[in-house]
């Protein structure tokens, strides 16, 4: 049996132990796949990401990450924000050299090689010299999903890396990330709440339910649309919950 790239043990996430969003949670990801976290506002997609990439720690539990850095010293692992967190200061391509510069010894030749390639691979060949601020938002997550690539990780964590676009636009970005994690041989832990997304390019999901503090349902998108849980439906058909 393939082993797992991530696995979560006994999970408990939040603010502090007066406002826990998740407890006891058990999860694995395995390689090659795109994995889902899922919930409504406020259900603690966010904080286990960033859980997850060790921005915070747990309340409780461990994370076991066995992907391994192939560039340099730097994570072992590749991070998109949502927003997509570029430097404003800097051209597109100074922050995708960013983490290259930090964590290897590259010449500045090769940097510039590996930014030329990482900008081919999204779609943004001469944006290079841009400033983020006048590229659209869609070019913005490009730029972004270049940058966590430019250390060749085999794991790539993506926040919401459709929300904020239009449809067309979000289903050109779903496609792009499918296309790379096929090409490259990635896993992807991608977190969203866009329905599209989520039955276009996910192979399965957690589906986080904060009322609960629990993983309420997991699988394949259409085990859980086929879930009986009222819950799990409301979360699909976007019906708020009973009181």
């Known amino acids: 049996m393939t082993a797992p790239v991530l696995t979560a043990r006994d999970l408990s996430i939040g603010w502090s132990r007066d406002a826990v969003l998740l407890e006891h949670a058990s999860f694995e990801i395995f390689p090659g796949e795109i994995f889902g976290i899922l919930g409504k506002s406020a259900s603690g997609k966010s904080t286990l990401f960033r859980v997850l990439v060790g921005l915070e720690e747990p309340l409780a539990g461990e994370i076991t990450i066995a992907a391994a850095a192939v560039v340099g ?122 329905l599209g997304s989520i039955d276009s390019i996910i192979d399965r999901c957690i589906l986080l339910h904060r009322p609960t503090r629990t993983i309420l349902a997991a699988g394949s998108p259409r085990a859980l649309h086929a879930n009986p849980d009222v819950r799990v439906r409301n979360f699909f058909e976007r019906q708020p919950e009973a009181l």
Do not use: C, Y
């Open 73 to 194: 010293r730097g994570p072992a692992f590749g991070v998109m924000f949502q927003q997509g967190a570029l430097f404003g200061s800097m051209t597109v391509g100074e922050n995708i050299a960013l983490p290259l510069e930090r964590w290897t010894d590259l010449p500045a030749d090769a940097i510039r090689a590996i930014v030329r390639a990482k900008l081919g691979l999204v779609g943004l060949d001469n944006a290079a010299e841009q400033m983020p601020s006048t590229l659209s938002g869609g070019m913005r997550k490009r730029a972004a999903i270049a940058r966590a690539l430019a250390l060749e990780p085999s794991l790539l964590f993506l926040d919401e890396p459709s929300s904020g676009l239009d449809p067309i636009t979000s289903a050109e970005i779903d496609r792009l990330i499918a296309t790379l994690a096929r090409v490259l041989g990635l896993t992807v832990v991608l977190v969203t709440h866009e």
